[in-house]
């Protein structure tokens, strides 16, 4: 399975990007599908994650992003609006192929990685 994470781009503060992030490779079918972000020298971080339709999000996007997910396309999709320079970041997209028991913000719980795709908002 291979995800390939595309959308990113330059973009002002208070501008919108949306990313996409497309599964290819063997039948597959996620338990979950989310998103992360690393800017320079930090951790990558929590932004977002769907199970089913649940959509789950880090408070520092809650009300600005979106995640949505197309099944038949198996892909997933960040809206993003109102960004801000503190967005900036390469934006990575994941996947969860198996069942169990996870914690959707835990990088753990996936077992595929998109290469990421830089997101930069000037002020």
């Known amino acids: 399975v291979q995800l390939q994470a595309s959308g990113g781009g330059l973009v002002q503060t208070g501008g919108s990007l949306r990313l996409s992030c497309a599964a290819s490779?063997?039948?597959?079918?996620?338990?979950?599908m989310g998103w992360f972000r690393q800017a320079p020298g930090e951790e990558r971080f929590y932004v977002a994650a769907q199970v089913g339709s649940s959509t789950y999000y880090a408070d520092s996007v809650k009300g600005r992003f979106t995640i949505s997910r197309d099944n038949a396309k198996n892909t997933v999709y960040l809206q993003m609006n109102s960004l801000k320079p503190e967005d900036t970041a390469v934006y990575y997209c994941?996947?969860?192929?198996?069942?169990?028991?996870?914690?959707?913000?835990?990088?753990?719980?996936?077992?595929?990685w998109g290469q990421g795709t830089q997101v930069t908002v000037s002020s």
């Open positions: 490779g063997r039948a597959f079918s996620a338990s979950v």
């Open positions: 994941a996947a969860r192929g198996r069942g169990g028991v996870y914690s959707p913000p835990d990088r753990k719980t996936y077992d595929y």
